[in-house]
């Protein structure tokens, strides 16, 4: 009698164990795991109006078809439908609301033979750039190609409509040439050789050259002088190599040198001959007004304001190319360990823009700018071709 009672509490026990299997198996085993991840972070999700999560969702559910809604402030939300048959994983990538992911690439196919070393964009529609296989001074004017000067140019300044350059092989003179007209004209400066950097004035009635070069000590001197009188005038000692003009009181002298973030800076006061601001870069872009500078480094970019003397930074991950859009905002070419990004700086917020797309990015292909002005980008493609993009 025992033994029968013993028996039939582990057939009890045994049928509820099997109704429990029976029910599991039941409630989970047409269910099927729907995980979903989202860029950027804190995107919020909603899954058939019923469920809701933060960045990432993961579930079991039933066979069936589920609506998604992925969304989040200042970004355009995306809504998809999937059908559960089996484990799904789902990934989102939201476009900010303002991307920039429209570009209008025009390659300049004839430009593709150039090789585009030094290259600047006066007023007019055309750029003025040294061809790197024969340093001859060429004009690019909507991708048609123009010899200004058949000679190997070491050194050049435009300012519309003079440019004023020194040849590879004779750097005592300074040559000048009006591209309103053609007209070439020689200024002797044997005193003062070798000249290895010319700057034209704004309104290209005076010039500033580097002179008497030093090889061994990398010392010049700073030379200014009227273009209609031709009297050089030594005006300061430094260890520059590059000169740029800003404005009536300032000049900017670059001390370059080989490597990452070894070059210097220097910005000079043209009225008491001090040195107003030092900066390390790699190089440095002027705004069309003259009255911002970017200092470039890998991984910053220094803003200087000639005014107020003013200096404000901002760092990047590995900064490919950085040029002056407006002279508020800079257009901004950043490398991440696996892409490229573009951004606006805006430089009286420190604010970045939301990056370009990525499809816009790989539209473009920017392997360095050329020119930029205003809406008007020209850059060097990875392969090689000169483009122009108008930026939104």
Known sequence: MQKIKINRKILILFTIFVVLILGIYFLTGNKYLLSISTYPQGSNINVNNKYKSESTFSKKL????????VSKEGYISQTTKVELTK????????????????VEVS???????????????????FLVAIDKRNGYLIKIDQGAISTIYAKPVYSFSFSYPLVALIEEANKNKI????????KVSTLEASNSAPIVSVSLSKDAKSVYFLGNYDLKTRYSKLYKSSLSKFVPEEIFTTQANIVNYLSESFILLLEEADGLDLSKAFILSLEDYKVKHTAVCNYYKVSSSREKIAFVSSQNITLFEISSLKTTSKSF???????????????????????QRIYYLDTNTLSLSEPFTQEAVNKMDILF????????????????TLNKISLP
């Open 62 to 69: 039933s066979k069936g078809i589920y609506e998604i809604v």
């Open 87 to 102: 484990d799904e994983n789902v990934v989102f990538s939201l476009k900010p609301a303002n991307a920039v992911d429209q």
């Open 107 to 125: 390659r300049f196919k004839n430009v593709g033979a150039y090789s585009i070393g030094d290259a600047t964009k006066g007023e007019q529609d």
């Open 175 to 182: 040559i000048t040439i009006d591209l309103s007209n053609n």
């Open 317 to 339: 991950s590995n900064i490919e190319s950085a040029d002056w859009k407006n002279d508020i905002t800079l257009f901004v070419v950043d490398k991440t360990n696996t892409e």
């Open 369 to 384: 700018i050329v020119a930029l002005d205003n809406k008007t980008l020209h850059y060097i493609n990875s392969s090689g």
